[in-house]
Structures are given as C-alpha cells and as structure tokens.
C-alpha cells in the first residue's frame, strides 16, 4: 500500500513541481552507474508542524521531526518509505528553525541537536551528541515494497528480503550486528519494487551497527550509533540518495560521495607519481614458496607465457633473494614482502613470525590496551596488537617502521603487502603513553602507509582494504572476498583445512578444500553476488580475494569465480611453489593471457553499467569507461545468446568479435 505523504491538517500533498536538485540518481538498464555531483546548495522547501519537506535529486523527503520516520515522493509520484520512526525513545523535539543550509531541531531529552538539509541530491542528516549514549536509527527496508537489500560484504551482495536462505540462520546474516566500519564500503541500500530504490551512507560509521533481522520471512535493517566522547563519536551522519532501485546504485553514490569530498582516488595519478604501479595492469597475484620462489621459478612462469604478475612471499626465514627479484623485474612482474606493523610477540618465547619481533621494548611498551590496562590480545592469540600512535610518536626519532621497511625491500623488491593496515580493525588504546582513539587510529595508519607509497614508491597493498585507504593504496587482497562467519570456522579446522607444514608448501593455503554448503551459497552464488565495490573503487585500486583462498584452494568454485573476476575486471589470486606451477602453470597462463589485455584496457577506467540479463540472475553484464570494455558471464548451466554455459565473452571497444573464455578448458 502507498504512504501518503500528509501535512498537519491531513491533506495528501504531492510535490511533482518541487525544485530538483540536478539529474536523477537513478539507474536505469541501460544507463550508466555513475553519479554525477550537482550543487551543494540547501533547499528546505514548506515546514508543516513537526513534518518539513525537503527535495532531493529525484523528489522530495518529508522529515517527521518527532519520530525520525523519513518518507520520500518520487518524480515520477511513488510514495516511499525511507526509514520507519526511531527505535529509541525521542522525547518531545524542540522547535524547527530555519539555517542557511536547511533546518535544525533539538531532542532536549536525549541531549541532541539535528540538522537536515540537502547535499548534492541527497537528503543529509546529521547530529550531535552533548552526552554519551545511543540512537537506533534509522530503521529500514519496512516499505512493503522493499525487495532487496545491498551489503557490501566484500565485494557486495544483493539480497532478496524474502529469500529463505537469507532469512535463516544457515546464512548468519541476521545473528550479531555488523560494525559499519568493518565493512568495505560505509554503506547499504535497498530496492523497493520496479525503478526504485535507496542507497544509505554513513560518513561517520565509526561508532555504527548495522544488525540485519527477519520480521515475517522479510529481512530489514535496523542502524545503531553509539555516542561516544571517549571514542570520538558524539557525531553521525547519514545520507539518504533516491535511485532506481539497480543493485549497485549504492557504489555509485558513494562514489559520487567520494569524489565531492576529495576521498576518491586515481589508479591513474598513482601510475603517474610511481610508473611501476603500472605493473599491476593485467597482472594476476601469487604468493610463491619453495623453488617458485626462486629465479628459476620466476623464469619458469615467463617461459609459459606470463607477462605481467605480482609475486609475494611470507616474512618466513627464506625470502625471495636478490637474485629472484633481479630476474621478476626483468620479466615485468612486481615482487613484495609481506609485512604487519600491528602485531608484537616476546622475542624470548618463540615468536610465531619474525614480523612479531621488535627492537628495544617496543613489544610490551606499544601494546593497545583496554580501559583495565590489559593489553590487546594479539595474532593467533599471542602476543599484542601494537599501537599505531606509539609508532607515530617514535618514529622520528628511532625509525622503527622505516628500518623494517628498509630490511624488508634490501633485496630490491619493489612492492609491499602491509597486512590489517587498511582493514576495519582499529583500536582505542587506554595507555596514557600513546592514548589514541579508533579515528586516531586510522589517521595513523594512513600516514605511515602514505610514506611507504609516495615516499618510499613503494606499490603498496593491504588486507581487505576498507573505502578510507583507497587513495594510498594501489591493491589489495580482501576486499573481493565476501566472507561469511562460517569460513573462519572452517579454517580453525586444521586437519581439513591444512596448517602451516611443510614450509615449502603449507597445507593452509596448498590443500584442496570443499566448503560446506552454506558457506559456499553465502560466499559464491553468484545469484547474490554483484559489483558494489569495484563501481565504487574500481579505477582507483586492484581488488583481489583473500591470499588464503588462492584460485586452487576452492576447486568446486573455480568456475565461477574465474567468472566474477573478469566481469568484475579484477585479477585472480594463486599460491605457488614448484609441484603447482608444473601442474597449474598452463592453466594459470591461459587465465592471465585472456585477462592481460581487458585489464590494461580498462584498469583504470571506472565501472560504469552492471546488469542481469535473465531472470534467475546468472547471465550478467558489465561495462567499463562507458563501453570501452563490455563482459558477458554466463553462470547458469543452459546457453545464453549463443554464450555456453560457464563461459564468458568480453569485447573492448573495436573489437569485430567477442573474446571468449570457458575457464573449465583453460590451460587444457
């Protein structure tokens, strides 16, 4: 049933004249899912009692300042619901005054003053906090027409509302809240029948929850902001973009976001400040052990035919030597340490890693504590979480981070794997030496991963790279990987998931696995699946999965996501060493040779169309740079437009005919 939007005397208002700031949001099938800016200015059009109506790009919201509840009509005269009213008591709200910019209100009672106004189309609504406490808001997906929910879950996820599995515990979506600021986009979005849809950001998503839950067979959102002085988050934001309802419409709103506040990075400037960034084009990503970490094993791949690679190896006790690097460079490839700024072990106790080991008294005096004093208890449950404001506020004088740094690249590597860095993990740390905040704590992070990429031109990447990292990152390995809770079960499991023996080829990331059922659908079904992130990110950084989940790892998967990955233009992730890549060297090489040419292509061209083709939502089309590439994959099992089945066409602009990959053949 439609919601009637209705002033104070009850009348039925309909604001088909209301001023529109700038073009629709919307994304229509064959439109492109980019968002262009339009001007800052504020429009708070009638103010009705508590009711004010405010126009966003593609219609008008009305605020119930007494509730929260948020309703929205279109241009095209749909009446939507945007957030039910708060979850948390209110009190009674103070009078609306007019600003310069929209409008303002107080709730005495909860200690907060609110404004809303409109910013570059989008409704905006902000408050601040006098006190510590909490807020639930808002509440969405309601809207009885409300069909799909957006979460970017690595690289993003389409959800329908009334999907049984989803619904579920099986799924593990509506058990514990999401933390916004461990997701990798600050974000979610609805789509509310044909056309229509939402797309929700959260600026301030330190200090917000996202927790999922199933009313009647219907999964809807409710938001949560703790309002904290101590944690620096007395205030939040959030941003309310009207769009056609297409599964990625919320990445290209936060893209647009982005770029308006000077957040959006450029793969592009970071090849021109480092050409060697350009490397990353058409390579494929591969941590290497044993003789593959060798120079033979660098020549081996080049002889198959691998022009471009970015080639990793772990902080074990044997790196790969000067020699290996001299002979990667030569073949074009990237090589890079791994590293961790963020983990300390006692070097008399046998430290699992020799990232663990520390000069001086860094490993206890660094540690992260908690409000009791305890310290942050570290990787694999020893050691310590090591506090980035400790480091900053040494560094100046005794280089901790850049001797490792120097240590790390003494065999002339010319890339580096910084891990957790750019993650949602961050920390308030109670220790008066080096006090520091959650927001502190990434400020830091990105200072010192800023002086490894611009000073030390150094192509960097780090672990599941959240949106904030994304103009000092060049890759990252992570983001593309839409975990569910089940996987980190599955990898405590260590007689089927492998441990770390032999050294030359440990099992945790060699040995062949099955997921269970439900993992594998919450994970790779690619029903569910969509590009949220890489239409947000994709012309600023290189997304790959997970290092743990190498290509060969996940064998009933393979198809598919060889499939997601050159629809989504990203490369695919291997783990090698001598035995693998005589055995999957040609398939490997297949794979790289089909992707090189569409990545250098369009690399750093941004994602501009994602559609599904077929009802079932396994034939799906992207496009690149508006057209310069389009990518045709076939998931299904039946043939699509002369497209088999597990197979996909891309065609860059010029081409007569379509590139075609049926990956089950590659290297065969």
């Not at 990105?446 to 672990?463: P, W």
């Amino acid at each position: 049933m439609d919601f009637k939007i209705a002033s104070r005397g009850g009348r039925s208002r309909t604001r088909a004249g209301t001023r529109v700031l700038a073009a629709s949001l919307a994304l229509t099938a064959t439109a492109s899912v980019g968002a262009s800016g339009c001007s800052s200015q504020a429009v708070a059009g009638t103010v009705a009692g508590r009711h004010v109506d405010i126009p966003v790009r593609g219609g008008t919201v009305t605020v119930d300042t007494g509730t929260l509840a948020l309703h929205a009509r279109t241009a095209d005269g749909r009446n939507l619901t945007l957030s039910a009213p708060s979850g948390t008591a209110l009190g009674t709200p103070g009078p609306v005054e007019r600003t310069g910019e929209g409008i303002r209100w107080s709730y005495p009672d909860k200690g907060l003053t609110v404004t809303a106004r409109a910013d570059h189309g989008r409704l905006r609504v902000s408050m601040k906090a006098d006190r510590d406490g909490s807020l639930t808001w808002p509440l969405t997906g309601t809207d009885r027409a409300t069909s799909a929910v957006q979460l970017p879950r690595g690289e993003g996820l389409d959800i329908p509302v009334r999907d049984t599995f989803w619904n579920s515990e099986k799924a593990g979506l509506t058990g514990d809240p999401v933390d916004v600021g461990g997701l990798e986009l600050p974000l979610w979005g609805h789509t509310l029948g044909k056309n229509h849809g939402v797309s929700y950001l959260t600026p301030t998503d330190l200090g917000t929850s996202l927790k999922f839950r199933s009313d009647g067979g219907r999964l809807n959102t409710a938001t949560t902001h703790d309002f904290s002085a101590g944690d620096g988050t007395r205030d939040y934001t959030v941003t309310f973009a009207l769009t056609d309802g297409n599964p990625v419409a919320p990445g290209a709103d936060y893209r647009s976001w982005l770029a308006e506040h000077g957040q959006l990075g450029s793969l592009r400037d970071k090849i021109g400040e480092n050409p060697a960034n350009g490397k990353l084009l058409g390579a494929f990503h591969a941590y290497v052990w044993g003789d593959a970490r060798k120079a033979a094993g660098v020549e081996e791949l080049r002889k198959l035919g691998v022009d471009r690679m970015w080639l990793g190896y772990d902080s074990g006790p044997h790196p790969m030597d000067a020699a290996a690097v001299r002979a990667a460079k030569k073949a074009g490839y990237l090589v890079g340490p791994y590293d961790t700024f963020a983990n300390g072990q006692d070097p008399k106790k046998d430290p699992d890693s020799p990232t663990s080991v520390w000069p001086g008294t860094v490993y206890p005096d660094f540690c992260v504590r908690d409000a009791q004093g305890k310290p942050k208890t570290g990787f694999g449950g020893r050691g310590c979480y090591l506090s980035s404001r400790a480091f900053e506020q040494a560094e100046p004088r005794h280089h901790y981070l850049a001797d490792r740094t120097r240590a790390m690249t003494a065999n002339g590597a010319d890339s580096y794997f910084l891990d957790v860095d750019a993650t949602g993990e961050l920390f308030r740390d109670h220790d008066t030496a080096h006090p520091m905040t959650k927001a502190g704590d990434r400020t830091d992070r990105l200072a010192r991963m800023r002086r490894l990429a611009h000073d030390k031109k150094l192509v960097l990447g780090s672990e599941s790279a959240q949106s904030w990292a994304n103009k000092v990152l060049a890759f990252n390995h992570g983001a593309a990987t839409p975990v569910a809770g089940g996987l980190w079960k599955l990898q405590r499991d260590k007689k089927n998931w492998g441990g770390y023996a032999p050294e030359n080829a440990p099992g945790a990331f060699f040995k062949p696995v099955r997921l269970p059922a439900d993992v594998a659908k919450a994970m790779y079904d690619p029903a569910y699946r969509v590009p949220l992130y890489e239409t947000a990110l994709h012309s600023s950084l290189v997304n790959a999965e997970r290092w743990e989940l190498s290509y060969e790892k996940l064998p009933e998967q393979k198809t598919d996501r060889a499939l997601l990955a050159m629809l989504y233009n990203i490369p695919l992730n291997f783990v090698l060493d001598g035995a693998s890549l005589k055995k999957t060297g040609p398939e490997l090489a297949a794979l790289q040779a089909y992707f090189a040419p569409l990545h250098k292509a369009v690399g750093t061209e941004k994602l501009t169309s994602f559609r599904r083709l077929t009802g079932d939502n396994l034939v799906q089309r992207t496009e690149f740079g508006n057209g310069k590439l389009t990518v045709t994959a076939n998931f299904g099992k039946t043939p699509y437009a002369g497209l088999p089945a597990g197979c996909v066409d891309a065609k860059l602009h010029g081409d007569q005919q379509p590139r075609r990959l049926c990956p089950a053949k590659a290297g065969g």
